[in-house]
């Protein structure tokens, strides 16, 4: 039985390694360049965590961010998406709450990460990409990663006082992604277009389906969603089979007239 998320990432790379995994706007990663990175970020976040604790990621929507999702679970750590649209008291009151062992960021945003989390290590993706590759380490991470362990927490709005996190564990993911595969028929030949923003947990039925399936997901920049026009011709050109969109994203779409 699995014992966490990262299974997915292993079996697909293995199955697929020259496909296409996640893409955005200027970047793509197949399978194989997407494993080792999450691999090399992995190896980059183990001096500066221990097993179980948290990790901020202060990153912009790409899949840069999907990559540091993963390669926090190979330091045996679980994440959580910190909105960079948010105010900084509001990210100052959750990193309080969260206690991070640190936070990726990325040099455009250190600036903004330094001034918001005065008190937090902070340690930039494109550092955490460089790193050599321990793969002995990152063994014995996961040799004790057990389906309990924390994958990761989302903070409510907090629209009614403070915003409280809530702990998804892998083996809450690994149930759902089965199940959700199932019940809408999906197999590795579908491209995602993802809509949800990361801290959103609508978002993880594109990253862990894609993941799960050997499938692609195509990423989509929040300003497509201005656009409607642009997004279906960038749908088209991504060959999008499958979306799970807010509500409110579909509404957007399809009163357009597009």
Known sequence: SMANVLQYLIRSAERFPDKCAVTDDVRSYTYAEFCHLTRAIGSGLLPLTRPRQAVGVYLPKNAQAVAAFFGIQWAGC????????????????????????????????????KEIFPDCPLVCLE????????AEALASVR?????????????????????????????????????MS??????????FGNQAPFYFDLSCKDVY??????????????????????????????????????????????????
């Open 127 to 134: 550092t955490l990409a460089g790193h050599a590759v321990d």
């Open 209 to 258: 389906q894609t993941l799960r399936l050997g499938a692609t997901c195509r990423i989509f920049d929040k300003k497509y969603f201005t656009f409607p026009m642009l997004l279906l011709q960038e749908m088209e050109k991504a060959g999008v089979t499958a979306i799970n969109w807010a509500t409110s994203a579909f509404h957007l779409v399809a009163s357009s007239g597009a």
């Open 143 to 179: 040799a004790r990663a057990i389906d309990t362990d924390p994958l990761y927490v989302n903070f409510t709005s907090g629209s009614t006082g403070t915003p409280k996190g809530i702990v998804i564990p892998h083996r809450a993911m690994i149930d759902f992604a089965d199940w």
């Open 78 to 113: 679980f994440y959580s998406v910190l909105n960079t649209e948010l105010p900084g008291n509001r990210l100052r009151q959750i990193a309080q709450t969260l206690a991070p062992a640190v936070i990726v960021t990325c040099e455009a945003l250190l600036p903004q990460a």
């Open 182 to 191: 199932e019940f809408c028929g999906y197999t590795e030949d579908d491209v």
